[in-house]
């Protein structure tokens, strides 16, 4: 019988046979979970990190769980990689000193094997896959009250009139036992409610008809004032840390902070809907609102020269920056704390450090520094650019002329090199008479090339010796046995002397100049190891420039120091700004150099001119870059130690992003947005309509106004919150309208005086019993003081006024204790410096800047009545107070006092107070008298 040997029958069956011999060798290879994977958690793993407290917050007993990793954040599974799993490192034992288990039988190498080939195999676990009902990782799920939706809640039941407000705080009033106050008489209530609007005491034509005037008129005017924005600006700026310095050592200034500033003020009082508030200030560059990307930047950051240039050095400052800009973010509109997952998974909140990663590329493509401030103001300035352009033209080619006349050659650059006829020497010397700044001279460099360097033209020459001609070479370097003198450094500068004109190195990011010790006559000599023909001579100036200099060698043959080149046969540097009387220039009269340096000087001030009409207005905001860096998942936040790279997105329990890894960078800020200024997103609304109440009432509804995660408070009247929340959103997210449903109610209206049987039911007032009565802030006691004294300064906007005497260096600022009419501004416009107290106001809690400050401190301290009462400023102001109310009333006692109170305190004084004051005008002074005023708790406390 004749088999089939042959044909493509034979070859197909041969090959099906083949494949079900793979499939099934496949099939046996298969590592089976609940055989196999699963003893080994259970006899290893689950009695340390099982569901009950597990330690390091790793759970091993769900797939999800191992994905998502422990508190430090990194993944303990990645299916399909076993190599980059850190379960399979851990139990390796690749650190020794994190070796799992640490203690009991470690796992065998066939078991180690075995676990390995299971997640190459894509860590099959029945029931967990993803898809799957059990797939969901409940370890991310949060019942957390602030992270559920937001509805309306129904108005309770309130026969008291018909403000829902008053109905939802009568219901825990009624509960607790509790009713509210009465109403508190008309001169409190304007008093109280031009303080919380204006941060101002209400003026005479408020306070002399507040009986007859109509409530809600009153309010409406207050919001329309510009003193409600100057107001309610510097609440906001208090949540995001706002300065015009950097902070740390330095300090130093960001001198176009300022129009940020502006532009809060000017969106409070225009009302800007508060999703436009929050979508400018991120997206403001698409926006046309530059100066609204201030809020990125708002927060303490290093300086580069601050910062190491060693890979580590740098990429830990970027982490910094970026964590100001999570930290603004997430608790300014969020109320969450999602910087405290920056090294590893949120202790408290259902925060993943991979959330915390993926917000952080967002803003990859992100930057500190000045941008363009477009609008009509820098229209004006490009408009300008053309005639200032010729006009600079124009003066450049008569300084040429006049240059080319007097027979003197260019200017010397920033990089200068003499060349000369070779000369067979041991040493090169530089000798400065001034620099261009009349300051102390200063160097990074100082170079001798030998006689092979190239003839060029005099141009800037390069750092680097690649640059020169093959055989030439620079032997002014320690490397070759010179050695460098001075004839003086600065002290501040002594870790960064004069070795380092000679040290080779090129890039000034790693380099730190010679610095004379004082402005004047300084030099810088190098001596060789060896006698070495050469013929050029070039150094690399730092901020003082050397422009009146010459430069010596010395001649081996004769042994004496020989000149080689001066600049003084040189045209003037247009950054010179030295005294024309000053200039000395080979060949020409004094006469003859004036004419240059007037010259010089024009064209000077027209280049500075046209720079700066064509850099335009400018803001210290967020810049952005088009291709941002991709952003790692750090193991304990080290940026040396990167785990995997992550899209950008926001927190998985708010519902995360779907954006890849190289989305757009502004389709990521584009997406957070969208996300932040949803109706339905469950923080946005919660979190800004309860700042508003806290700055009515003293305290927010949730006391933690920046933290509403688990470690944060709860609030006091839930309902109310999301009514406010709902109310918000549904009225366009017009700020104003929940002021005048709040400054409208019962509960703010009502009386502040205590009754004793409430203060033992609700000490603190939290459920609004009676109005809480509390101090005024900082800035509002300063402005009140001004206004009281008839000398505050009105104008709105523009560059602050100092409250510090401005220093140079690493010294501090010192605080100013006499100011004029500029100084006379609210305080809102003083410039804002980190990390310094504000004198006599920094007593009464008013924030430095040096952190976030959503609840200011309510302190008593005996610091504040002695400072109030004896401070320069304050007396000053009494005086200027006791002068208007003399030009206002003249010599009568009684109505000087009487006009005093109103002024200070919006009502006429008692009989007692009017005979105890009276002996005191007679025996101190109507200025002493207003000085007692000033400190006296009624002008300090709203009631």
Same mark, same amino acid.
Request: charged share 25%; hydrophobic share 40%.
């Given at each position: 019988?004749?088999?089939?040997? +042959?044909?493509?029958?034979?070859?197909?069956?041969?090959?099906?046979?083949?494949?079900?011999?793979?499939?099934?060798?496949?099939?046996?290879?298969?590592?089976?979970?609940?055989? %196999?994977?699963?003893?080994?958690?259970?006899?290893?793993?689950?009695?340390?990190?099982?569901?009950?407290?597990?330690?390091?917050?790793?759970?091993?007993?769900?797939?999800?769980?191992?994905?998502?990793?422990?508190?430090?954040?990194?993944?303990?599974?990645?299916?399909?990689?076993?190599?980059?799993?850190?379960?399979?490192?851990?139990?390796?034992?690749?650190?020794?000193?994190? @070796?799992?288990?640490?203690?009991?039988?470690?796992?065998?190498?066939?078991?180690?094997?075995?676990?390995?080939?299971?997640?190459?195999?894509?860590?099959?676990?029945?029931?967990?896959?993803?898809?799957?009902?059990?797939?969901?990782?409940?370890?991310?799920?949060?019942?957390?009250?602030?992270?559920?939706?937001?509805?309306?809640?129904?108005?309770?039941?309130?026969?008291?009139?018909?403000?829902?407000?008053?109905?939802?705080?009568?219901?825990?009033?009624?509960?607790?036992?509790?009713?509210?106050?009465?109403?508190?008489?008309?001169?409190?209530?304007?008093?109280?409610? /031009?303080?919380?609007?204006?941060?101002?005491?209400?003026?005479?034509?408020?306070?002399?008809?507040?009986?007859?005037?109509? *409530?809600?008129?009153?309010?409406?005017?207050?919001?329309?004032?510009?003193?409600?924005?100057?107001?309610?600006?510097?609440?906001?700026?208090?949540?995001?840390?706002?300065?015009?310095?950097?902070?740390? $050592?330095?300090?130093?200034?960001?001198?176009?902070?300022?129009? *940020?500033?502006?532009?809060?003020?000017?969106?409070?009082?225009?009302?800007?809907?508060?999703?436009?508030?929050?979508?400018?200030?991120?997206?403001?560059?698409?926006?046309?609102?530059?100066?609204?990307?201030?809020?990125?930047?708002?927060?303490?950051?290093?300086?580069?020269? #601050?910062? &190491?240039?060693?890979?580590?050095?740098?990429?830990?400052?970027? #982490?910094?920056?970026?964590?100001?800009?999570?930290?603004?973010?997430?608790?300014?509109?969020?109320?969450?704390?999602?910087?405290?997952?920056?090294?590893?998974?949120?202790?408290?909140?259902?925060?993943?450090?991979?959330?915390? *990663?993926?917000?952080?590329?967002?803003?990859?493509?992100?930057?500190?520094?000045?941008?363009?401030? @477009?609008?009509?103001?820098?229209?004006?300035?490009?408009?300008?650019?053309?005639?200032?352009?010729?006009?600079?033209?124009?003066?450049?080619?008569?300084?040429?002329?006049?240059?080319?006349?007097?027979?003197?050659?260019?200017?010397?650059?920033?990089?200068?090199?003499?060349?000369?006829?070779?000369?067979?020497?041991?040493?090169?010397?530089?000798?400065?008479?001034?620099?261009?700044?009349? &300051?102390?001279?200063?160097?990074?460099?100082?170079?001798?090339?030998?006689?092979?360097?190239?003839?060029?033209?005099?141009?800037?020459?390069?750092?680097?010796?690649? +640059?020169?001609?093959?055989?030439?070479?620079?032997?002014?370097?320690?490397?070759?046995?010179?050695?460098?003198?001075?004839?003086?450094?600065?002290?501040?500068?002594?870790?960064?002397?004069?070795?380092?004109?000679?040290? !080779?190195?090129?890039?000034?990011?790693?380099?730190?100049?010679?610095?004379?010790?004082?402005?004047?006559?300084?030099?810088?000599?190098?001596?060789?190891?060896?006698?070495?023909?050469?013929?050029?001579?070039?150094?690399?100036?730092?901020?003082?420039?050397?422009?009146?200099?010459?430069?010596?060698? @010395?001649?081996?043959?004769?042994?004496?120091?020989?000149?080689?080149?001066?600049?003084?046969?040189?045209?003037?540097?247009?950054?010179?700004?030295?005294?024309?009387?000053?200039?000395?220039?080979?060949?020409?009269?004094?006469?003859?150099?004036? $004419?240059?340096?007037?010259?010089?000087?024009?064209?000077?001030?027209?280049?500075?001119?046209?720079?700066?009409?064509?850099?335009?207005?400018?803001?210290?905001?967020?810049?952005?870059?088009?291709?941002?860096?991709?952003?790692?998942?750090?193991?304990?936040?080290?940026?040396?130690?990167?785990?995997?790279?992550?899209?950008?997105?926001?927190?998985?329990?708010?519902?995360?992003?779907?954006?890849?890894?190289?989305?757009?960078?502004?389709?990521?800020?584009?997406?957070?947005?969208?996300?932040?200024?949803?109706?339905?997103?469950?923080?946005?609304?919660?979190?800004?309509?309860?700042?508003?109440?806290?700055?009515?009432?003293?305290?927010?509804?949730? %006391?933690?106004?920046?933290?509403?995660?688990?470690?944060?408070?709860?609030?006091?009247?839930?309902?109310?919150?999301?009514?406010?929340?709902?109310?918000?959103?549904?009225?366009?997210?017009?700020?104003?309208?929940?002021?005048?449903?709040?400054?409208?109610?019962?509960?703010?209206?009502?009386?502040?005086?205590?009754?004793?049987?409430?203060?033992?039911?609700?000490?603190? /007032?939290?459920?609004?019993?009676?109005?809480?009565?509390?101090?005024?802030?900082?800035?509002?006691?300063?402005? +009140?003081?001004?206004?009281?004294?008839?000398?505050?300064?009105?104008?709105?906007? !523009?560059?602050?006024?100092?409250?510090?005497?401005? @220093? !140079?260096?690493?010294?501090?600022?010192?605080?100013?204790?006499?100011?004029?009419?500029?100084?006379?501004?609210?305080?809102?416009?003083?410039?804002?410096?980190?990390?310094?107290?504000?004198?006599?106001?920094?007593?009464?809690?008013?924030?430095?800047?040096?952190?976030?400050?959503?609840?200011?401190?309510?302190?008593?301290?005996?610091?504040?009545?002695?400072?109030?009462?004896?401070?320069?400023?304050?007396?000053?102001?009494?005086?200027?107070?006791?002068?208007?109310?003399?030009?206002?009333?003249?010599?009568?006692?009684?109505?000087?006092?009487?006009?005093?109170? %109103?002024?200070?305190?919006?009502?006429?004084?008692?009989?007692?107070?009017?005979? %105890?004051?009276?002996?005191?005008?007679?025996?101190? !002074?109507?200025?002493?008298?207003?000085?007692?005023?000033?400190?006296?708790?009624?002008?300090?406390?709203?009631?």
């Amino acid at each position: 019988m004749k088999l089939f040997t +042959s044909g493509p029958i034979f070859a197909s069956l041969c090959g099906f046979v083949l494949l079900l011999v793979a499939d099934n060798s496949a099939a046996s290879d298969a590592v089976l979970f609940e055989q %196999e994977i699963l003893p080994l958690l259970q006899s290893h793993c689950v009695d340390c990190h099982g569901a009950n407290d597990p330690e390091s917050g790793l759970r091993v007993d769900r797939r999800s769980s191992l994905i998502r990793g422990g508190d430090s954040g990194e993944a303990a599974l990645t299916p399909n990689q076993a190599d980059g799993s850190l379960l399979l490192q851990l139990v390796r034992g690749d650190d020794a000193d994190r @070796r799992m288990p640490p203690e009991g039988e470690s796992l065998s190498t066939d078991e180690i094997a075995l676990l390995s080939r299971w997640i190459d195999q894509g860590a099959k676990w029945p029931g967990q896959m993803p898809g799957q009902k059990d797939a969901q990782d409940d370890t991310l799920q949060s019942d957390h009250w602030s992270l559920q939706p937001f509805s309306r809640p129904k108005v309770p039941r309130f026969d008291q009139g018909n403000n829902a407000i008053d109905a939802f705080i009568n219901k825990r009033l009624d509960a607790a036992g509790l009713t509210f106050s009465p109403p508190a008489d008309s001169i409190s209530i304007a008093r109280r409610v /031009s303080f919380v609007l204006t941060g101002l005491p209400p003026s005479d034509s408020v306070t002399g008809d507040a009986k007859e005037r109509d *409530y809600a008129t009153m309010v409406d005017e207050l919001l329309a004032s510009p003193e409600y924005g100057q107001r309610w600006a510097q609440h906001w700026l208090d949540v995001i840390r706002w300065a015009e310095t950097v902070g740390f $050592e330095t300090n130093s200034e960001r001198k176009q902070a300022w129009p *940020y500033r502006d532009w809060v003020i000017d969106a409070f009082n225009s009302d800007k809907p508060y999703d436009q508030f929050i979508r400018e200030q991120i997206l403001g560059d698409e926006l046309g609102q530059d100066a609204a990307l201030g809020f990125l930047v708002a927060g303490p950051a290093n300086l580069p020269g #601050q910062i &190491g240039r060693d890979e580590e050095a740098m990429r830990q400052s970027r #982490q910094d920056e970026l964590d100001e800009v999570i930290q603004t973010v997430s608790q300014g509109i969020m109320g969450l704390t999602i910087g405290c997952a920056r090294c590893h998974n949120h202790k408290f909140d259902p925060i993943l450090q991979k959330d915390y *990663y993926s917000l952080q590329a967002i803003f990859a493509g992100m930057s500190y520094g000045d941008r363009r401030l @477009r609008g009509e103001a820098d229209d004006r300035l490009t408009d300008r650019v053309p005639a200032e352009a010729e006009k600079l033209r124009s003066l450049i080619a008569k300084a040429d002329s006049l240059r080319v006349q007097k027979k003197l050659r260019p200017p010397l650059p920033s990089f200068p090199k003499e060349t000369f006829d070779p000369i067979l020497a041991d040493g090169v010397r530089i000798e400065i008479m001034a620099t261009n700044n009349d &300051g102390a001279a200063s160097l990074y460099e100082l170079q001798a090339w030998t006689s092979e360097h190239d003839n060029g033209a005099e141009e800037d020459v390069s750092k680097n010796a690649s +640059s020169q001609s093959s055989t030439s070479r620079n032997i002014a370097l320690a490397s070759n046995g010179s050695r460098v003198s001075a004839s003086s450094f600065a002290l501040a500068n002594q870790t960064r002397h004069f070795d380092n004109l000679i040290d !080779g190195s090129s890039d000034r990011r790693q380099a730190f100049p010679w610095v004379a010790a004082k402005a004047g006559p300084a030099w810088a000599q190098v001596d060789f190891a060896n006698s070495t023909m050469i013929n050029a001579v070039a150094w690399d100036t730092s901020s003082g420039v050397p422009v009146d200099l010459v430069v010596k060698v @010395r001649d081996v043959a004769t042994g004496q120091w020989r000149a080689v080149a001066t600049s003084r046969d040189r045209m003037l540097r247009t950054d010179d700004i030295r005294k024309a009387e000053s200039i000395v220039i080979d060949g020409l009269s004094q006469k003859e150099v004036k $004419e240059l340096w007037s010259v010089n000087q024009s064209v000077n001030r027209t280049r500075l001119s046209v720079n700066r009409l064509k850099a335009g207005s400018r803001v210290y905001a967020a810049r952005f870059s088009e291709n941002p860096a991709a952003t790692w998942q750090l193991r304990r936040g080290d940026p040396m130690q990167r785990i995997a790279m992550v899209p950008p997105s926001t927190p998985v329990v708010l519902g995360a992003l779907s954006l890849g890894i190289d989305a757009p960078e502004r389709t990521r800020r584009q997406a957070l947005v969208s996300q932040l200024t949803s109706p339905h997103h469950p923080l946005t609304a919660r979190v800004i309509v309860n700042r508003i109440w806290q700055h009515h009432f003293g305290i927010g509804i949730v %006391e933690t106004p920046s933290d509403f995660g688990k470690m944060g408070s709860l609030p006091s009247h839930p309902q109310l919150l999301d009514w406010l929340a709902s109310e918000l959103v549904d009225n366009n997210w017009s700020l104003k309208h929940i002021h005048r449903l709040i400054l409208n109610s019962k509960t703010f209206q009502q009386s502040s005086v205590p009754r004793p049987a409430a203060l033992q039911l609700d000490a603190d /007032s939290r459920l609004l019993w009676r109005f809480p009565p509390r101090r005024i802030e900082a800035e509002s006691i300063r402005d +009140s003081i001004l206004q009281a004294s008839g000398k505050l300064n009105s104008q709105m906007g !523009g560059r602050g006024f100092n409250l510090f005497q401005q @220093r !140079g260096g690493l010294s501090d600022y010192k605080p100013l204790e006499t100011f004029d009419h500029e100084g006379w501004r609210r305080m809102i416009y003083a410039h804002k410096i980190r990390m310094q107290s504000v004198d006599v106001f920094g007593t009464f809690d008013c924030p430095d800047a040096g952190q976030m400050k959503p609840r200011r401190t309510q302190s008593i301290t005996p610091l504040q009545s002695l400072s109030l009462l004896n401070s320069p400023f304050v007396n000053r102001q009494a005086a200027f107070f006791a002068s208007r109310i003399e030009d206002e009333v003249g010599a009568d006692l009684n109505a000087q006092i009487d006009r005093a109170f %109103e002024i200070a305190f919006s009502r006429k004084a008692t009989d007692p107070e009017r005979i %105890e004051l009276i002996k005191l005008v007679r025996d101190e !002074g109507l200025m002493q008298m207003c000085r007692v005023l000033i400190n006296t708790s009624e002008f300090l406390y709203l009631r």
